[in-house]
């Protein structure tokens, strides 16, 4: 069955202390993945995607993931958080069908 | 990226009523998607609309509940009927844009609909 993981639902952190929000998806062809952010009252944007390629895929805002395969995982990070940063990020995978498949969210909390 | 905008952004029904909601697009697009939100939750794919077709429901969703339009290429709407409190959630419509050399995915700002 096709699923995304997202194994922390709450995760708090300090003003620039690194981050890493964790994602595991189980999909029976070639995954495209993708991170989207949503702020309160906001719709989705899209962080970053990979397709193909070099597994270490850059994003907008400073935002990094790691594609590794024999872990089914597609970890987000980022070297220093900003108070900004406070947000949900959902994880999604997806294929050629264009349907996306979400993970349940991991709300970031960013204290001062 | 592609401009969606979505009508009304909020609204809150009576029990048994139908709300209607609209989904429009900067420019044409083949597929469009409505999906659910539920409070503290994520996003659940409620339908594919392409234009000129029948929309594709996913298991759990039928048209009776959640009728879709979808007149042209840029403006789809998606009709929750019949409305009870466990509808309470955001709608969100998105729609497929090639960036780069694979398709992306752009959503709306969504509709957040509370039931009474």
């Not at chain 2, 077709?53 to 009927?81: C, H, M, Q, W």
């Amino acid at each position: 069955a096709q699923s995304v993981t997202q194994p922390d639902i709450h995760i708090t952190v300090s003003e620039g202390a690194s981050l890493e929000l964790r994602c595991n998806y189980s999909y029976g062809a070639t995954p495209y993945l993708f991170w989207y952010v949503q702020s309160p009252g906001q719709g989705l944007q899209l962080l970053l995607k990979y397709f193909s390629g070099d597994t270490l895929v850059q994003g907008i805002k400073g935002f990094e993931a790691e594609f590794k395969r024999s872990q089914s995982s597609f970890n987000l990070r980022k070297p220093s958080v900003h108070w900004s940063d406070a947000a949900e990020y959902f994880c999604a995978v997806g294929g050629d069908t264009d349907k996306l498949i979400f993970g349940t969210g991991t709300r970031l909390q960013v204290f001062p | 990226s592609a401009v969606i905008s979505q009508k009304p952004s909020r609204d809150i029904c009576q029990r048994g009523t139908s709300l209607t909601i609209q989904c429009q697009v900067d420019s044409q697009v083949t597929m469009m998607f409505w999906y659910r939100q539920q409070p503290g939750q994520s996003l659940t794919l409620i339908a594919t609309a392409n234009q000129g077709s029948e929309a594709t429901y996913e298991s759990g969703f039928v048209i009776d509940k959640f009728p879709i339009s979808r007149p042209n290429l840029t403006f789809s709407t998606l009709t929750v009927s019949n409305m009870s409190p466990e509808d309470s959630s955001i709608y969100l419509c998105s729609v497929d844009r090639l960036a780069g050399s694979h398709n992306e995915q752009f959503f709306g700002p969504g509709t957040r609909l509370t039931v009474l």
